[in-house]
């Protein structure tokens, strides 16, 4: 396992874009399925985005065409494209990782370490 820690996170108009990374200091990065989460306030934290240790990517249906995930195995580092930002976006954003690569990675509880989080806003 590793240490996660999210950057890029912001204040950005209705529109605009933000790209989220992650980075993770141990050694399970290139083997681990990765992925992630946000969680506004009142609510549950909800899937975003994934990426198995293939490359294959999913994306919540709220997100499709306008996120992408993508993984740096050499940079040990996560990231999240998001373009086309909406006020429903806002949220604290979590990247967590799945050293077992499990088929249920929108399910939370599957992963095994998070981040602190990062919060976007965007406002309308």
């Known amino acids: 396992q590793g240490h996660l820690t999210e950057s890029g996170g912001g204040f950005v108009q209705a529109g605009g874009s933000l790209r989220l990374s992650c980075t993770h200091s141990?050694?399970?990065?290139?083997?681990?399925?990765l992925g992630w989460f946000r969680q506004a306030p009142g609510e549950e934290r909800k899937f975003v985005a994934a990426i198995e240790k293939s490359g294959k990517t999913y994306l919540a249906d709220s997100v499709k065409g306008r996120f992408s995930i993508s993984r740096d195995n050499a940079k040990n580092t996560l990231y999240l494209q998001m373009n086309s930002l909406k006020p429903e976006d806002t949220a604290v954003y979590y990247c967590?990782?799945?050293?077992?690569?499990?088929?249920?990675?929108?399910?939370?509880?599957?992963?095994?370490?998070w981040g602190q989080g990062t919060q976007v806003t965007v406002s309308a």
């Open positions: 967590a990782e799945d050293t077992f690569g499990t088929t249920w990675y929108f399910v939370a509880n599957e992963y095994d370490y």
């Open positions: 141990g050694t399970t990065f290139s083997t681990s399925s």
